[in-house]
């Protein structure tokens, strides 16, 4: 007997035992256990691979090996999902949010397999990326492929991709509070009681697995030592401002470096280059190797003199002003090695790297003041956690994440008041300039962005694919009206399309055109040709449903025909689109 069968008889026993609200929250339960399996799978993996390569290293003197390592684990990278599993998709959160907006939440199941083996390799051999990224788009992967199983319709497909990355952010941080502002801020999924509840089950249930699995020292946490003051609360307004421009920075090098590396049509060719510059950078900075979290324990345990550690500079932890400007620098670098690993053909995302980039920040600016001598000492610490919000807020355009994410990592909120200030201010000053996130600047620009608005939402998810009419009969551009009689005599449409013989399209006939002349046989013999008309206007199968709508206000049309390459593929219609438009909205509402 076929799996099909027993998921069918198992739907038919659930639906008879167990509503809908309540399945959606045991599976959601389901997703975050076994997202959190996959963040305790990826955290080891790396852990191990990288104690296996440096655990020899020693601090005071250079390691080559530095320069070699995240090449290897590029080349690793690409061969894995190459040849042996074959995944061709983009990675990471925009392949989610496309996903959501334009494939009905249709994820493949082998993403949490190639997300987790691919970014293993890339980070375990010293790739500068986050985690946080591929564990995501696994649990989303396992959300949609559930959904998928179990044949549910959108809104609870969508609803159980959350969860997965609901369930893969509390897994990698322990932070469950974080995980669900994520999934509604990101994801931007509904905050209605039909979503809460899931995502709250699967982002605990994954946060318990990995604190019950994972050793300690695996896991992401920092101690705040000092209560933050309010005489310091000028610098963290200047620290929000910094953040939010070190965010624009960091967006605008990203994409600057992945439009120079696309134009490397070669796989192979361009990871050697990726891989020599970012091997090259990493033996400059060593501090660049992996996630960079270990580089953030440093600063807030108060042994910041180990950033130079295996580095060309070690001789100068000591010199104040030549500290600060080796800071900037790897601040300033974060971004670039980041972008290098992952146009080389690595896996990974942008998560740690920014997060890392405003620690260096928050450092920075916090031992510049100091050194000054002209103020009360700054904690350099608080700034540090402070700065790694405001930046991560900035790039993410996700203010709430970032703060929470601080706040739960630190396991208190003593740092509260100034991760809002200076996260608020870092947001409202990226936003000034760059209107999208790292995140949602290219689905944006092509359309492919659902949002908050719902008549956008609906818009952004239909599919114009979905409501073309394609059973019109179209009839050959050399025929007559009595020819015309006979297939208006078989058809229940009042338009009838006009071809040539490759299907190109040449106008269309109303019989509302014709209706005096079809009862008079004396006309039969008329070439269609004189009744022909051509529409103002057509659509393509590759238009969004939002220029579709333009085109039908702009013409006052109720049938618009759709042209591919100049060929007749069929027609849309008003009324079935605003009958698909209902259903779809009513799909993409969370509220039950």
């Not at 800071?327 to 890392?356: D, N, R």
């Not at 208006?488 to 449409?493: M, Q, T």
Request: proline residues 3%; contains cysteine; aromatic residues 12%.
């Amino acid at each position: 007997m076929s799996s099909k069968v027993y998921i069918g008889r198992f739907l038919i026993w659930r639906q008879a035992h167990i509503s809908d609200r309540y399945f959606i929250i045991i599976l959601s339960a389901l997703i975050g256990f076994l997202s959190g399996m996959a963040a305790y799978f990826l955290k080891s993996v790396v852990f191990y691979i990288e104690d296996l390569l440096t655990a020899e290293f020693r601090i005071q003197s250079l390691n080559y090996w530095y320069a070699v390592y995240p090449a290897i684990g590029i080349f690793l990278t690409i061969i894995l999902l190459k040849f042996l599993i074959r995944d061709k998709d983009t990675h990471g959160i925009p392949r989610i949010l496309y996903v959501i907006s334009r494939l009905d939440g249709k994820m493949k199941f082998r993403k949490v397999f190639s997300s987790l083996f691919g970014s293993s390799l890339t980070a375990g051999f010293g790739g500068s990326i986050g985690l946080e990224s591929p564990i995501i788009s696994s649990g989303a992967s396992i959300g949609s492929s559930i959904a998928q199983g179990l044949r549910l319709n959108y809104r609870y497909t969508t609803l159980l991709i959350g969860c997965g990355a609901a369930g893969a952010i509390a897994s990698i941080f322990t932070t469950p509070i974080a995980a669900v502002i994520f999934s509604l801020e990101v994801l931007m999924l509904d905050l209605t009681t039909a979503s809460i509840i899931p995502l709250l089950m699967a982002s605990v249930t994954g946060a318990i697995t990995t604190k019950l699995l994972l050793a300690e020292n695996m896991l992401v946490h920092f101690k705040v030592t000092q209560e933050f003051a309010v005489s310091d609360i000028p610098f963290f307004v200047l620290l929000g401002i910094l953040a939010g421009l070190l965010s624009l920075y960091f967006n605008r090098m990203h994409f600057a470096i992945a439009k120079q590396a696309g134009k490397i049509s070669n796989i192979w060719v361009r990871a050697a280059i990726c891989g020599v510059a970012l091997g090259l950078l990493i033996f400059i900075f060593p501090t660049l190797y992996g996630e960079g979290y270990d580089t953030i324990s440093m600063i807030v345990s108060g042994n910041s003199a180990e950033l130079l550690n295996n580095s060309f500079f070690y001789s100068y932890r000591d010199h104040a002003w030549v500290f600060i400007v080796l800071i900037v620098g790897m601040m300033l670098l974060k971004v670039i090695a980041t972008t290098l690993t992952t146009e080389g053909g690595g896996i990974g995302g942008i998560f740690a790297p920014s997060a890392v980039t405003g620690g260096f920040m928050g450092f920075a600016f916090a031992r510049f003041v100091n050194d000054l001598k002209l103020f009360a000492p700054l904690h350099e610490g608080n700034f540090t956690l402070v700065g790694m919000a405001g930046v991560l807020g900035g790039v993410l355009h996700a203010p709430l994440t970032a703060i929470f994410l601080i706040a739960e990592m630190t396991s208190g909120y003593e740092l509260i008041v100034p991760l809002m200030l200076a996260t608020a201010i870092s947001f409202f000053t990226i936003k000034t300039f760059d209107p999208h996130s790292i995140f949602t600047r290219q689905l944006a620009l092509r359309g492919d962005l659902i949002s908050k608005d719902k008549d956008q939402t609906v818009l952004t998810v239909l599919n114009i694919k979905s409501v073309i009419d394609r059973d019109i009969t179209t009839i050959g551009k050399d025929g007559t009206l009595g020819d015309l009689t006979h297939v208006i005599a078989k058809s229940k449409r009042n338009m009838f399309p006009v071809v040539d013989k490759k299907q190109r399209f040449l106008g269309v006939i109303d019989m509302n055109d014709i209706r005096a002349d079809m009862f008079d046989p004396a006309k039969y013999d008329t070439p269609l040709q004189h009744y022909i008309i051509q529409p103002l206007d057509h659509v393509s199968s590759t238009d969004s449903m939002k220029a579709v709508m333009h085109k039908f206000n702009k013409t006052g049309y109720y049938n618009l025909p759709v042209i591919d390459n100049g060929k007749y593929v069929g027609f849309v219609s008003r009324a079935h689109v605003l009958n698909a438009y209902r259903q779809t909205l009513k799909d993409v509402s969370q509220e039950e």
